[in-house]
């Protein structure tokens, strides 16, 4: 299907040359540009409610790097709860 579609001057050079520098035809650029805008938005998850709580790390824990943390929390050490008396 064929449109007529006016276009501003300044927008119209900018989008030929940007075709030009990447090889895109206008028609592609106008194609791509309305699938883009015309395609279903994912909802938005909100905000992030950051949830803090007291107390301390388990002392055989090691925030040195992530590796670590990793097989902390694969061991079987992690499981069980630290008691504070």
Same mark, same amino acid.
């Given at each position: 299907? $064929?449109?007529?579609?006016?276009?501003?001057?300044?927008?119209?050079?900018? +989008?030929?040359?940007?075709?030009?520098?990447?090889?895109?035809?206008?028609?592609?650029?106008?194609?791509?540009?309305?699938?883009?805008?015309?395609?279903?938005?994912?909802? *938005?998850?909100? $905000?992030?409610?950051?949830?803090?709580? *007291?107390? +301390?790390?388990? $002392?055989?824990?090691?925030?040195?790097?992530?590796?670590?943390?990793?097989?902390?929390?694969?061991?079987?050490?992690?499981?069980?709860?630290?008691?504070?008396?």
């Amino acid at each position: 299907m $064929k449109a007529t579609v006016e276009i501003d001057d300044t927008l119209l050079r900018q +989008t030929k040359r940007i075709g030009a520098e990447f090889g895109i035809s206008m028609r592609e650029m106008v194609k791509e540009g309305l699938q883009r805008e015309t395609k279903p938005k994912l909802p *938005s998850r909100g $905000k992030i409610r950051w949830v803090t709580a *007291s107390g +301390t790390l388990p $002392k055989d824990l090691d925030l040195s790097s992530r590796e670590k943390m990793w097989e902390w929390l694969e061991s079987p050490e992690s499981d069980e709860p630290e008691l504070n008396h």
